[in-house]
T-cell receptor, first 110, second 111 residues
Framework: DAKTTQPPSMDCAEGRAANLPCNHSTISGNEYVYWYRQIHSQGPQYIIH???NNETNEMASLIITEDRKSSTLILPHATLRDTAVYYCIVRVPFDYKLSFGAGTTVTVRA | NAGVTQTPKFQVLKTGQSMTLQCAQD?????MSWYRQDPGMGLRLIHY???????DQGEVPNGYNVSRSTTEDFPLRLLSAAPSQTSVYFCASSSGSRGYTFGSGTRLTVV
């Protein structure tokens, strides 16, 4: 798997959009970008994934740059319940060895 | 649809004891894996399976055994518990390119 770089922490105001960056400059052509989050003491939760097109679901949007070397996860209206560690992972779909880095600790403040 | 179920939720073992952490999924996922998470750290892959009868080692396999006799179940066995195995253990399953579904974890303390 290509490695990813994320900021260690960030704060966000409740109700505002949270934009979480991820750098994956060595990503290969068949690797997808996945995002997970882990709320304190719980198992990680899948959020979204994409290859090269922008993706949106009920939880978040994923914006991948044209060169695919970086991406941004957008939580459109952050709530206190979005406080968690967010992990950006790149992998080939049928490589089942997920490698979790340190992630970004996001704190949503009232 | 229960997803991924892990039992027990909490366990205290004495050094040298053995035990099995259970993991079951009801989503007919081919792929299952075990991770451990130490305090303040990310998840590390212990073992994984791409289907019934097929298992392989991850980053930190020493001291653990797995087997996959059915699609649904993927138990993790601690052969002789050591304090260094005190951790939170997560089981996960996936199908194809979809993201993994994780269980709620087993919190293990070895004294």
């Amino acid at each position: 798997d290509a490695k990813t770089t994320q900021p260690p922490s960030m704060d966000c105001a409740e109700g505002r959009a949270a934009n979480l960056p991820c750098n994956h400059s060595t990503i290969s052509g068949n690797e997808y970008v996945y995002w997970y989050r882990q709320i304190h003491s719980q198992g990680p939760q899948y959020i979204i994934h994409g290859l090269k097109n922008n993706e949106t679901n009920e939880m978040a949007s994923l914006i991948i740059t044209e060169d695919r070397k970086s991406s941004t996860l957008i939580l459109p209206h952050a709530t206190l319940r979005d406080t968690a560690v967010y992990y950006c992972i790149v992998r080939v779909p049928f490589d089942y060895k997920l490698s979790f880095g340190a992630g970004t600790t996001v704190t949503v403040r009232a | 649809n229960a997803g991924v179920t892990q039992t027990p939720k909490f366990q205290v073992l004495k050094t040298g004891q053995s035990m099995t952490l259970q993991c079951a999924q009801d989503m007919n996922h081919e792929y299952m894996s075990w991770y451990r998470q130490d305090p303040g750290m990310g998840l590390r892959l212990i073992h994984y399976s791409v289907g019934a009868g097929i298992t392989d080692q991850g980053e930190v396999p020493n001291g653990y055994n797995v087997s996959r006799s059915t699609t649904e179940d993927f138990p993790l066995r601690l052969l002789s518990a050591a304090p260094s195995q005190t951790s939170v253990y997560f089981c996960a399953s996936s199908s194809g390119s979809r993201g993994y579904t994780f269980g709620s974890g087993t919190r293990l303390t070895v004294v």
